[in-house]
């Protein structure tokens, strides 16, 4: 069986995610489409960078990511840096020619964006975007529905994205609090999350009226490049500064197939932890799910009995999308690892199969386009069309 090897960037809390998938895929999906093989860690900070190498069991590892675009042996190259190094990486990692699997969100600007895209497509190398969430197998469930007709015609949506972690005014200021490494706040950490599942279920968005608001102004720095999520707090005496992000996003989208919608992204929301739900509203149907309850799929159609109808729960298993590598009990339970290795086991395939996969560069591209247009709309507070991807 063919091996892929990985070159891997960043050694936080992607690479704890990523390098588990890389390990789990072949023992789920059998016969693997190849069998990944963990070559070279790379991190700016040499303790975390040897660290993982033992922690996650790569061969090698370097504090200069260089290594691994200049190795021939690398196949796959895995981007889990922070925002601000996605394109340096990405650009050059096309151009060696080798295959990409990047973060979420693709970039921090959409001129960044428009590179990698063209970059990758220029040199003919397989990419995905780590927008995993919408693999997870209710979301394919809800896929299937659409696809099926079982909720008609689109009329209507709702998404959030809803955490607590930053909602705490000394939760540090890492660098998904400062705009020259991260691009954007809520929305481009999480809201791009709901983003990309509404566009793959509904359709392309159009155009958007957006609200943002930057709630705790300043925060205590953290020290390190490592985001510890808000679980190390900084103290009254602790050294503040500027946050120059949005700490919330609120928009209506309107699609290219004239469904509408809105969606809300926070990481100040008490009480919630990575609440992403969406609810779909059809001419026969309406689809419901939340992420807090990953296995259970709600549905209800119009065409039950008046006696009857109501939304009913779908737990996802064996016979759902991706139930034949999972676990063969619905309701076992479907994790975050799960999504990753799914994602992992997707990506391989297309990469051994020459075939594209989604959500790829170009959709990475397309949801910038869609955040650029979201915070022009915030500032400007009127309807912002979203730009078409440049294809040269
Ligand atoms: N798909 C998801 O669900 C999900 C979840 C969390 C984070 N992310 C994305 O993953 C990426 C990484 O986030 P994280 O939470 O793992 O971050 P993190 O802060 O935990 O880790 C980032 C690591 O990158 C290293 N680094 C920074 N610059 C570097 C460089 N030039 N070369 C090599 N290493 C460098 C840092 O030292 C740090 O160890 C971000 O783009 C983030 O938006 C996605």
Redesign the pocket.
């Known amino acids: 069986m063919k091996t892929l090897n990985i070159g891997l960037?960043?050694?936080?809390?992607?690479?704890k995610?990523h390098s588990v998938a890389y390990a789990g895929m072949p023992m789920f999906f059998w016969p693997a489409p190849a069998i990944p093989f963990k070559k070279t860690i790379?991190?700016?900070?040499e303790a975390?960078a040897r660290d993982a190498a033992e922690k996650f069991a790569f061969a090698s590892y370097t504090t200069d990511?260089h290594d691994i675009i200049n190795d021939p042996d690398i196949d796959v190259v895995d981007i889990?840096?922070?925002?601000n190094?996605?394109a340096e990486i990405a650009i050059a990692a096309a151009r060696s020619g080798k295959h990409i699997l990047c973060?979420?969100?693709l970039s921090l600007t959409t001129s960044q964006a428009k590179e990698m895209y063209l970059a990758a497509k220029n040199n003919h190398v397989k990419t995905m975007v780590?927008?995993?969430?919408r693999r997870t197998p209710a979301v394919q469930l809800a896929k299937k529905y659409i696809e099926e007709g079982a909720i008609g015609k689109i009329l209507d949506f709702r998404g959030t994205y809803l955490q607590d972690w930053s909602a705490d005014p000394d939760s540090p200021l890492?660098?998904r609090f400062q705009k020259d490494i991260?691009g954007s706040g809520a929305l481009?950490?999480i809201g791009t999350?709901v983003v990309d599942m509404l566009r793959y279920l509904v359709g392309e968005f159009t155009s958007v009226n957006a609200r943002t608001a930057t709630y705790i102004p300043e925060r205590p720095v953290q020290s390190g490049?490592?985001?510890s999520?808000g679980n190390t707090k900084g103290g009254a005496d602790s050294i503040r500064q500027s946050v120059d992000v949005d700490d919330q996003c609120c928009f209506m989208a309107e699609c290219a197939n004239g469904a509408f919608g809105t969606i809300e992204a926070t990481r100040n929301a008490w009480g919630r932890n990575n609440y992403i739900t969406f609810e779909i509203h059809g001419s026969e149907g309406s689809i419901c799910f939340n992420y807090e309850r990953r296995d259970e799929l709600q549905v209800c159609f119009a065409k039950d009995g008046d006696d009857r109808r109501g939304f009913r729960t779908v737990y996802t298993g064996p016979c759902h999308p991706y139930g034949e590598g999972l676990w063969p009990i619905p309701a076992l339970g479907i994790g975050?690892t799960e999504t990753k290795i799914i994602e992992c086991y997707d990506f391989c395939k297309a990469i051994m199969q020459d075939q594209e996969v989604s959500p790829n560069f170009r959709d990475g591209y397309a949801i910038e386009l869609i955040s650029d247009a979201i915070l022009e709309s915030a500032k400007t507070r009127v309807w912002t069309k979203v730009k078409e991807v440049a294809e040269n």
Do not use: Q, R
């Not at 790379?42 to 900070?45: F, L, P, R």
């Open positions: 960037i960043g050694a936080g809390f992607m690479a995610a790379a991190d700016i900070n975390a990511w889990c840096t922070p925002n190094v996605h973060e979420k969100p780590a927008f995993n969430y890492s660098w991260c481009g950490d999350h490049m490592s985001d999520l975050y």
